[in-house]
């Protein structure tokens, strides 16, 4: 997993203690690029960085010349929210995601809403599909707003989320971002507290 933050020695160090199942805090740097040069020598490998934000073509660059030791068919997978990292680090495919089906997205939300919908009355069920909906088939949203209703029992609570204007963007990141901030409106006031406590230290 790669986060936000790019950091380059703490990417090495996560990759270090895969490939020689070592711990990194003892490690320089140069030891570990060329331990995994070394490792990975004519090895065919796959090396999926999950979740990359960074834009810096130059780091990706430093970055990936300790993989030029590697056997032919090699892969480097990215996996990203944002297009413009997909094209600066020169993939060789790009494969955008379709969004979820409203019945996949439905299907997405029973299982995370964690117990049985069918039992729920026919006015939560369809204002529940009307709220999958607004999601846009986007899995987080389901999952964060399936969440977000688990206790709440009054049909008002469901109509309140449904009848929001936050899930009005069409913007993907901002509607990601809108669907947490309607969960965190729904926390019971004193999880509220502890939300906003934890906000105070640094990502």
Known sequence: HVT??????????????????????????????????????GRKFLLVLDDVWN???????NFEQHFNSG??????????R????AELVKSLEIIDLAFLSEGDSWKLFCQSFGSAVEDLDPEFIQTG??????????????????????NKRGIEAWRAIRDSNLLNVQDLQERVCATLM??????????????????IFPK
């Open 4 to 41: 936000q933050e790019f950091n380059m020695e703490k990417l090495i160090g996560k990759l270090f203690e895969a490939v020689a199942d070592e711990k990194s805090e003892v490690r320089t740097l140069q030891y570990m690029c060329r331990t995994i040069s070394e490792i990975l020598s």
């Open 55 to 61: 834009e810096d073509q130059h780091d990706w660059h």
């Open 71 to 80: 056997a032919p068919g090699s892969r480097i997978l990215f996996t990203t």
């Open 82 to 85: 944002n297009r413009k990292v």
């Open 129 to 150: 599909k009307e709220i999958v909906k607004k999601c846009g088939g986007m899995p987080l949203a389901i999952k964060t707003l399936a969440g977000a209703l688990h």
């Open 182 to 199: 309607l969960s965190y409106f729904h926390l019971p006031d004193h999880l509220k507290q502890c939300f906003a406590y934890c906000a």
